[in-house]
């Protein structure tokens, strides 16, 4: 892949694809989960690795451990909590 082939991104256009804030977006980048290039005071992500990256965050049916991440509770839960 050439230089001239490649898709670049803004962090405003990167932090909306993955449906994060953009302090997230600058936390994965410093935390160095997510390449990013500085060109002068502008930053930019290529497309290709924003799209590897949201691949390797992919979720593998059955590994998670039962607990809700987002501390919400659906519905049946807290109807099942109000029975007790």
Excluded at 11 to 34: C, H, M, N, S, W
Excluded at 48 to 73: K, N, T
């Amino acid at each position: 892949m050439s230089t001239a082939d490649i898709e670049w991104l803004n962090t405003a256009e990167t932090a909306k694809r993955l449906g994060v804030t953009p302090r997230t977006l600058y936390r994965f980048i410093d935390d160095g989960q997510l390449p990013a290039y500085r060109f002068g005071r502008v930053i930019r992500l290529k497309e290709s690795e924003v799209a590897e990256f949201i691949e390797r965050c992919r979720i593998v049916p059955g590994s998670l451990d039962g607990g809700d991440p987002d501390g919400a509770l659906d519905a049946a839960s807290v109807e099942d909590a109000a029975d007790v």
